[in-house]
């Protein structure tokens, strides 16, 4: 436990310079020479779609209003069983089309490829259900430039956050192969037609501590680990890569956790092929997001996110503790195996050491305050501190209550949601073990009016 403390205090540190760095270029930074159709690089912006009839036609509508040069969207209709298809054929007035499609990745059977007749960047593809692995792999199969980024179905993009994410792979020249940028909470944000109106902060508490959550994720562990080269997931909710790259590792993998496995092939295709290519995590470009509001779906969400954890590891535990990797071999797969994986485990342990003793007797009090301070720091103090982080730097919450409100949550953490998420991910080790698969269903309320 202290060497997780001390690792994890370490990415703080790094985090901090970096957002403060990077937080004090953006001020300055002139995004609008991105706009440059000679200076960018043209994206195809991806979107799989399954029974996303409550949020895909206001993504859409975000995707359509980005400030960015050259890009054209393709959503892909994984084979939904609801109104998807019939809304998007609506809104957008698509028109079947006859294109010929290289199926240079295999994918499930294409039903048929539409055009919107209002805006002629933006198509629509009906295929047979395959998961969202499938979908991403038949969009990369139709896609025309020689990036895309992939965008969940019940997303909200802010408008300039392609010019950000795209910043590091047009300035490396070539060098930077993929990027990812920051993931937020839209519950309680007033979004409508597709853009964030206002920010908010929704009054349920499950949704408060994802919001906390999200930040030390994103903004204290993919920073801290991004700076050295160390970043084995970009989240499949918002994140760009070259097309030329992902083929040639053979495309999307039919895994629960599909966008981590990818980047952790990346990782090892670039490093078997000696090359010095690097994948980024930048801060600031900011994808919205609807986040599980009742305990059942969120545990279904942990427990999916722990098994597809489980399987990036295991496809590639040759990986581990090999120094043919470098610091993605003896750094970064021994994070994810020992302190993400089977991290739970232990924390449920010391949960438990510490109740059946208070009960039972037999535990020094010095311990016990040890392992209970231990347990805050873990649990609630990075917690706090990523929460002032998001208020020093990037400032995405306009109202002081909403930071009041994110800092006194924040504290209450170690004491009912960390122990919570702790048990669903242990339930997921099992699941494992049992050898269970699929996503489970999720339930969506859709965040735009």
Wanted: net charge positive; proline share 3%; aromatic share 12%.
């Amino acid at each position: 436990m202290g060497f997780v403390i001390l690792f994890y205090l370490f990415m703080l540190l790094v985090s901090l310079f970096q957002v403060r760095k990077n937080y004090q270029l953006d001020n300055t930074e002139p995004y609008e020479d991105l706009l440059d159709v000679s200076y960018s690089k043209p994206l195809s912006i991806l979107v799989p779609a399954y029974n996303e009839s409550l949020g895909i036609i206001p993504s859409v509508r975000s995707l359509l209003s980005i400030e960015y040069p050259q890009y054209e969207i393709i959503v892909i209709n994984d084979g939904s069983k609801d109104d998807t298809m019939e809304k998007l054929i609506e809104e957008f007035q698509l028109k079947k089309i006859k294109k010929i499609v290289k199926q240079k990745l295999k994918t499930k059977e294409v039903k048929g490829i539409y055009q919107s007749s209002i805006y002629d960047y933006l198509f629509v593809i009906d295929k047979e259900n395959g998961g969202k692995s499938d979908a991403l792999n038949v969009g990369i199969n139709v896609c025309t430039y020689p990036y895309f980024c992939s965008v969940d179905g019940d997303s909200i993009l802010e408008r300039d956050a392609f010019l950000k994410v795209m910043k590091p792979i047009i300035d490396s020249d070539g060098d930077v192969i993929a990027t990812g940028g920051s993931v937020r909470i839209a519950n309680g944000s007033a979004i409508e037609n597709g853009s964030i109106m206002k920010v908010g902060l929704s009054s349920n508490p499950l949704v408060i501590m994802q919001v906390i959550e999200y930040l030390r994720a994103f903004l204290v562990g993919r920073i801290g680990l991004s700076r050295h080269n160390l970043l084995l997931i970009v989240s499949g909710a918002f994140g760009v890569f070259s097309k030329k790259w992902v083929m040639d590792a053979g495309g999307y993998s039919h895994t629960v956790g599909e966008d981590m496995e990818l980047v952790v092939r990346l990782h090892r295709f670039i490093k078997e092929k000696k090359s010095n290519k690097k994948i980024v995590y930048v801060a600031d470009p900011v994808c919205w997001t609807e986040a599980p509001e009742e305990m059942t779906f969120l545990k279904r969400q942990r427990n999916r996110w722990h098994r597809g954890l489980f399987e990036s590891l295991w496809m590639h535990r040759s990986m581990a503790f090999n120094p043919k990797y470098g610091s993605i071999g003896m750094v970064s797969m021994p994070y994810f195996i020992f302190i993400e994986f089977l991290g739970p485990v232990v924390e449920l342990t010391g949960y438990l050491y510490i109740i059946l003793s208070f009960f039972l007797g037999g535990m020094n009090e010095e311990i016990a305050l040890l392992l209970f301070l231990l347990f805050v720091i873990y649990g609630s103090i990075y917690s706090m501190l990523a929460v002032l982080m998001e208020e020093w730097s990037l400032k995405r919450y306009p109202k002081a209550r909403h930071i009041v409100v994110l800092f006194f949550y924040s504290l209450t953490e170690t004491f009912w949601y960390r122990p919570l998420t702790i048990i669903w991910r242990c339930q997921g080790i099992l699941d494992v073990l049992r050898k269970k698969r699929g996503w489970g269903e999720m339930q969506r309320k859709g965040v735009s009016q």
